[in-house]
Structures are given as structure tokens and as C-alpha cells.
């Protein structure tokens, strides 16, 4: 099996919000995911019109952001802004409600026993985020909480003790909850402020210790959840939008703030990528491949790496009766802020069909879409394409010939602790074996440069669509539950071992591949 690029970037991915914990410990304030319950778990009940029963029970399971309003107390699906309330609905976290968030996988206290196992491994770059309000509790704040800094400190320093690179994500589904709800934080414009001071502190802060930035997660998945992604608690298209537009000002003012004080900074754009196959060989689904396409993902990496707003968005906007609130030099600042990578996260492909009246559906990140009966799915129901990976990787070098990071990528899978303190996950092994494989042939038939590949979450945390710390990505298992109970031991699963060889040799290993 041919090798992968030299000093090519293996490691793990995280969150935060979704592994960290301690979130009010060290001065830290809550966050837009503190207010986030565990799927299947809240006292309220939440109901979802105009979905079939067989999907209505999918929705009950997935994360809720509980409210007040007044003195009601209520929730709304995290991920579907239809079922926000209209008016007057606080964000805030409720009682008798848990919120996994609290202590998710206790990374805060576990940092070094856990960077140890991914040394073991031999990780060459951990992809990581800050969390803003363990900095900036509000996120209003003039000075930054020294505590928050100088927690990071020691995770990179740790990192950097074996030689491992830190790929940093400066907003990865939180922002500081006062923000959210002062002013629904990114459809508010006074956000790009907050969120400037916050990276002008890190950067300079970290300067000596990460080169590799990535400033919004996910950026595109906005359109599933105001909310979980930008604060916004509101199904209002405008606001939407408008939130979407701060934030690409606020990554271009901050590339380019880096690009002219920090010459070694590399800052990429991160795009939730699940490109399209038309559903049939009727041009309007091809048609139907393009719109979707463009309009659910290339507008964001256009904006980002390209450096203008493209037409097809303008006019999309034009007959919504959108207006993007473009001020001042905005437009010349987009221009100038330009990335110098991609990274994305794969997690499956999608079906474009013109018309999706009587077609089969099926879970996907964060939303349900069109089931491709050529493909196998997870237990979450979440499909599975490893060619889809090769080709999204040659659309997306095709458009943009950036360099390419794959930062998460992974298999959500219920695994058994044995009594003998094993977990066997084959399954895991498996996806990741086929995906690494088409992987390897992106880059070296079709020559797509792509640097980096750090599976999602790469030790057990909480899910960031269901809350649950059931659904399990890791090579290290966490031994807690869904309610949080557990000893919180770190325990290797077998795929813990198969990754290891997979760094030290390169690639997938020949022993490996003959299982093939
Ligand atoms: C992505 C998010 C991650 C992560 C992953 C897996 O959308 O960037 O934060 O959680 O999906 O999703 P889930 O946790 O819902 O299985």
C-alpha cells in the first residue's frame, strides 16, 4: 500500500463544549451549549409539526435547548429553529434538567493523562477548540480571565512535550450564553467586536505555541441551527443570514489581522461537507445537484476562500427579500481576508432530487436527507461512503486548489466494556480502514493535497446533535454514561491499537490491508 505524504498530519479531533467539562470551573462562563440537554432525557416534550410518527420519535431523542419565558419554562429541538418559540424566550438552563455539557468527558481535569494516550498513539496534531467563554465568560468583557489563558497554556505545552501540533478551532459551537442572550450574538453586529478582542488575546497568547487556526466550525450548518451554531435563538431567515455574514466578516477580519501580525499563522475556514449526487439522470435533479450544492456549502468556502459574496447567492437572497447588512469596507475586507486552507468534516454524501415527495429518508449530520440505497448506514442511522470521500475531496481541491484538512471524520457506534477492561470495536476499525483508503488514493491518483486527518473524536465525549455520551467516536473509551455517571476511566478499545500502527507505519498498514 503506497505511503501517505511525509510529515503528513495524523491525529484526533475535539470540542470544547463536548469533551472539557468544568464548565464553571477556572472563572469559565456558560455557553450556548451549556443550555443543551442529553437526547431522550428532558422532562419536556417537544413536538415537531408536520412530521411522520416514524421521525417524530428520531427528533425526541435529540438534544433540546431549554428556555424561560416569563414564568414559563420550556424547550425547543436544538437543531430544528422551527420549534424555537416566536418572542420572548430567554435561553437559560432550568431545573431538574441534566446538561452534559457540565462534565462531558472531564478532559479539564484529565488533559495530560489524555494527551499521553494520544502521544501513545503517536499523534502528530490534535485538532482542539478554545472555548470562548472560558475566556471571556460573557464574552463582554474588557480583560481576558488569566485562569481560562492559562489553562490553555498547559494543554499545549503538554501537546508540544511530545511533538504534538495543536490545529485550534477558535469557535466550535459555543459562544458565551450572555451574548445569546443580550442579542441573539452573531445576528448582532457588536459580536464581531467581542469575538475580535477574544482572538487578538489568543493569538497573541499562543503565538509561540499554534500555527494552525481554523476560525468557524461548521460555518454552513448554520442553517439547521441558529442557535447550536451562532446563538441564535430565532427561525427568522434574515437573522439567519445576517449571523452567517458577521461571522465570514469576522473570519476574514481576523485572517487578515493574522496574515499581517503573525506571518507563521496558517488559519483555514472549516465547511461541514456532504456533496451531493444528482438522485437520478433527470437534468433537474442535476440542476437540483448544483442549487443544493452551492447554496448549502460552496456559498460559505466561496466567500471564505474566494473572497467575494458569488452571484447565485446575491440572487437567492434577492428573491427571498433577504439584505445582508453590508457596511462600511466590508466587501474589500473579505476580499482581503482570504484563508490559506480548507478543512472539512465528512461524514457522509447526499442525494439531490428535484422533487422529494415519496423518497425514502434517513438521519445525516444534523439533518435528515434523501436515503441512498447504494450505501450501509450507522446505528444512528447516518450513511456510510468512503468513495463519497474521494469524491468530495477532488470536488473541493477542483474548486479552491487550497491545501485540504480533513479534521473530523469517524463512526458513532454503542461499544461494550468487556469485564476484562477491553472494548472491541472492529466496526470502527472498518470504517476508518475504508475511508483512510480512499484517502490515500485522493491523494495519490488524483493528486488532491490534502495535509491532515484527525478523526472525530478521538476519545469518547458528548454527541454534539443528540447530547448523548452513548454515541461513541474514540479510540479511548470514557467509562461514563448519558446521566454522567461512571469512574471516567480511560480505557484503549481495540481501534486504539489499529491507529497506532496506522501512524507508525504511514498509512494502513500491509497486515491490515490483506484483511481487505
Ligand atoms: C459535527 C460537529 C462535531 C461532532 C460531529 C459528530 O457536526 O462539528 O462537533 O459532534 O458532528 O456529530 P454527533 O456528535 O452528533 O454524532
Known amino acids: 500500500m503506497a505511503k501517505f505524504p511525509k510529515n503528513f498530519l495524523w491525529g484526533g479531533a475535539t470540542a470544547a463544549n463536548q469533551v472539557e467539562g468544568a464548565a464553571l470551573e477556572g472563572g469559565k462562563g456558560l455557553s450556548t451549549a451549556d443550555v443543551q440537554t442529553c437526547g431522550g432525557m428532558s422532562r419536556f416534550t417537544v413536538e415537531l409539526p408536520g412530521v411522520p410518527p416514524q421521525y417524530a420519535e428520531y427528533f425526541k431523542k435529540m438534544r433540546y435547548v431549554t428556555y424561560r419565558m416569563g414564568e414559563k419554562e420550556g424547550a425547543a429541538i436544538a437543531l430544528k429553529s422551527v420549534t424555537y418559540p416566536k418572542d420572548g424566550a430567554v435561553p437559560a438552563q432550568v431545573e ?27 499523534f502528530k496534531c490534535y485538532r482542539m477548540s478554545i472555548a470562548w467563554s472560558r475566556i471571556y465568560p460573557t464574552g463582554q468583557e474588557m480583560t ?20 504534538i ?18 442579542w441573539n450574538a452573531w445576528a448582532d453586529r457588536r459580536t464581531i467586536d467581542c469575538f475580535e478582542r477574544y482572538v487578538h488575546t489568543v493569538f497573541e497568547r499562543y503565538k ?44 476574514a477580519r481576523v485572517t487578515a489581522y493574522a496574515h499581517r501580525h503573525y506571518p507563521q ?20 435533479d442535476g440542476l437540483e445537484s448544483v442549487r443544493s450544492f452551492d447554496v448549502f456549502t460552496n456559498y460559505y468556502g466561496d466567500v471564505m476562500v474566494r473572497g467575494y459574496l458569488p452571484e447565485y447567492k446575491l440572487r437567492s437572497l434577492e428573491r427571498r427579500g ?4 453590508v457596511q462600511g469596507d466590508d466587501l474589500k475586507e473579505l476580499q482581503q481576508g482570504t484563508v490559506d486552507f480548507v478543512a472539512i468534516s465528512y461524514y457522509q454524501t447526499s442525494i439531490a432530487a428535484a422533487s422529494t415527495e415519496g423518497l425514502k429518508t434517513t438521519e445525516a449530520n444534523l439533518t435528515r436527507q434523501v436515503a441512498n440505497p447504494y450505501l450501509k448506514a450507522s446505528e444512528w442511522g447516518w450513511q456510510i461512503d468512503p468513495v463519497g470521500l474521494r469524491y468530495g475531496l ?29 472494548v472491541h470495536d472492529p466496526y470502527r476499525i ?57 469512574s471516567y476511566a480511560r480505557i484503549r478499545k481495540d481501534s486504539f491499537y489499529w491507529y497506532k500502527q496506522v501512524i507508525a507505519n504511514n498509512g494502513l498498514p500491509d497486515d491490515t490491508d490483506s484483511q481487505k
Request: proline content about 5%.
Open 144 to 163: 481576558p480571565n488569566e485562569e481560562g489563558l492559562t489553562f490553555y497554556d498547559a494543554v499545549f505545552d503538554e501537546c508540544r512535550k511530545y511533538g
Open 208 to 251: 509561540d505555541k499554534v500555527k494552525y487556526w481554523l476560525t468557524f466550525n461548521e460555518i454552513n450548518a448554520i442553517v439547521h441551527s441558529g442557535f447550536m451554531t451562532a446563538g441564535v435563538f430565532s427561525d427568522d431567515p434574515q437573522l439567519i443570514e445576517q449571523a452567517a455574514y458577521h461571522q465570514m466578516v469576522a473570519s
Open 96 to 122: 431538574n434538567e441534566y446538561y452534559p455539557t457540565m462534565k462531558a468527558s472531564d478532559f479539564y481535569h484529565h488533559y495530560k493523562e489524555d494527551i499521553a494516550l494520544f502521544a501513545e498513539m503517536g
Open 322 to 325: 433577504i439584505i445582508l447588512p
Open 430 to 486: 472498518d470504517y476508518l480502514h475504508q475511508h483512510i483508503a480512499e484517502l490515500e488514493k485522493a491523494i495519490n491518483i488524483d493528486g488532491v493535497d490534502v495535509f491532515g486527518y484527525t478523526p472525530w473524536g478521538c476519545i469518547d465525549l458528548v454527541s454534539c446533535s443528540t447530547g448523548q455520551m452513548s454515541k461513541r467516536y474514540g479510540f479511548i473509551y470514557v467509562d461514563a454514561d448519558d446521566a454522567g455517571n461512571g
Open 165 to 182: 501540533e495543536p490545529i485550534v478551532t477558535l469557535s466550535h459551537y459555543e459562544t458565551p450564553l450572555a451574548l445569546a442572550t443580550a
Open 265 to 284: 499563522f496558517k488559519i483555514g475556514c472549516m465547511i461541514s461537507y456532504a456533496p451531493p449526487y444528482p438522485h437520478t439522470c433527470n437534468p433537474e
Open 394 to 422: 477532488n470536488l473541493l481541491y477542483d474548486r479552491y486548489h487550497k491545501p485540504i484538512i480533513i479534521v473530523e471524520n469517524g463512526l458513532g457506534a454503542k461499544d461494550v466494556l468487556e469485564t476484562d477492561e477491553t
